[in-house]
């Protein structure tokens, strides 16, 4: 066994403590379920629930003060117009504060504040990510700062390196981003990939095919199509394919051709198990890690900076996806490249299917509504296939351009189109099976 205590006198004990006390703080405070009143959530979700509800006017202003400076910001630092990426993104953050002032105002279009248009971003998008990524990125300094990211990766990087083409302290984002939410997940990945331990391709890799919503928000989409009493078989079925669905796009363009020099993994030490290295490694991170005001100060201006640059895009963006969905023929256009992987999976009404399902791109909250009157085995697909995409335009993709990994816009909507079609192939068959075994009814 590895000696903790054999390196620079106590100091290897100390890093002990702080590698188990830490990393146990990280990891009850981002994956363990705990019930107040009658909600079961993490403790995350819980903290900025209760800001939300209990100090609503400061959490409100709070998260204008973030709005603003993400929307101002790179006109000041005169950044706003460095590709034309970020002077797109920059217009719809200047777009976005202005619908914020106009929601809570309450001045503007009737057509905006209906409940499913400023009302649903607002309250339920930007305030929880708002508050929940600066809070998240306290908790953070816990989970990624004391070594057990660098212990779990030596452990599982026999079955990530394989399967997913990805470190073995991926791992963590990925159960974090199912636990959690994609926001801190994404954050996860940017503070690794910019501390060197993944490479182009394996930030890629994670950022677009584990950063998925939270089990909460499929909560939702479950309630909202009527799965809840098939809840574990939606669970587990959403998993499976999500992971599933990563391993293909790994090794197909555009992500296997970023830029991949070398695996990072950590080599085991001769005549040591994988146990062993593990430990040792673990050790290490806690014992150079710095001291935790510092990595608290640092994780938390990380969580601002990703929470300003979020949210005024998910009110812009968010918003111009509602409406287009709503009001144009746009998703119907979308859903012809849908239709061939539609009609292959058997459905009814495959047009309509596909139109719904293109229309998770703007948000992917909207399949659940367009279908919530389908039949039970479209219902259960679209369940799936809103969370495996992954990316949307009112959150996720605006969280993944707001982190230091060089992916293009382009880029991430070929992604979400090859992983909606294969996530389309890969649930049918299994909804299916489902029904005709009577295990989804």
């Known amino acids: 066994m590895t000696d903790i205590t054999s390196h620079e006198g106590g100091s290897r004990a100390g890093a002990g403590l702080k590698l188990v006390l830490f990393s146990l703080i990280g990891i009850v405070f981002f994956f363990v379920p705990v019930t107040i009143g009658t909600k079961s959530t993490i403790l ?4 900025a629930t209760a800001l939300a509800v209990q100090l609503r006017p400061v959490a409100v202003a709070f998260v204008c003060l973030l709005i603003a400076y993400g929307a101002i910001g790179p006109f000041v630092r005169g950044s706003w117009n460095r590709n034309v990426t970020e002077a797109i993104f920059s217009a719809l953050r200047v777009l976005g504060l202005g619908l914020s002032v106009m929601y809570l105002t309450g001045v503007g279009p009737e057509t905006f504040f209906a409940p499913d248009m400023l009302p649903f971003l607002f309250d339920k998008l930007v305030l929880s990510v708002g508050l929940i990524v600066p809070i998240g990125a306290l908790a953070l300094a816990f989970l990624v700062g004391y070594g057990l990211l660098e ?3 030596v452990l599982v990087q026999p079955v990530m390196r394989p399967v997913w083409r990805t470190p073995g302290w991926s791992a963590i984002d990925a159960v974090a981003s ?3 939410s994609y926001s ?4 996860i990945t940017d503070r690794v990939f910019k501390e060197g331990k993944y490479t182009v391709r394996e930030a890629v890799i994670i950022a677009t095919g584990f950063s998925t919503v939270s089990a909460t928000f499929m909560i939702i989409v479950a309630k909202t199509l009527g799965l809840m ?4 078989l939606y669970f587990w079925t959403t998993f499976v394919v999500t992971f599933v669905v990563s391993a293909i796009t790994a090794r197909i363009w555009p992500i296997s051709g970023k830029d991949h020099p070398a695996n990072r993994d950590q080599p085991l030490a001769a005549g040591k198990s994988r146990l062993q290295t593990a430990i040792d490694v673990g050790l290490d991170q806690a014992q150079a890690a710095p001291p935790l005001h510092a990595l608290l100060r640092d994780t938390f201006i990380d969580g601002l900076r990703m929470a300003s640059i979020i949210l005024p895009s998910i009110m812009a963006v968010g918003l ?9 023929p746009i998703f119907d256009i979308l859903g012809l490249a849908l239709y061939p992987f539609t009609w292959l999976a058997q459905f009814n009404d495959p047009m309509l299917a596909a139109k719904s399902l293109a229309s998770g791109l703007a948000e992917m909250f909207l399949p659940a509504i367009l279908l919530k009157e389908a039949d039970l085995g479209l219902r259960f697909v679209a369940a799936v296939v809103s969370v495996s995409q992954v990316l949307f335009l009112s959150a996720s993709i605006p969280c993944v351009l707001a982190t230091s990994i060089p992916l293009s816009f382009r880029d991430l909507i070929i992604i979400w189109y090859i992983r ?6 890969v649930t049918a068959p299994i909804a299916w099976l489902a029904i005709s075994m009577g295990w989804l009814a």
């Open 44 to 47: 995350l979700d819980h903290a």
């Open 151 to 153: 212990f779990t990766g």
């Open 178 to 180: 199912f636990v959690g």
């Open 184 to 187: 801190l997940a994404l954050l």
């Open 229 to 232: 009493g098939n809840w574990n």
């Open 320 to 328: 111009l996806g509602l409406l287009a969905a709503k009001y144009t």
């Open 420 to 425: 909606t079609a294969l996530s389309i192939l």
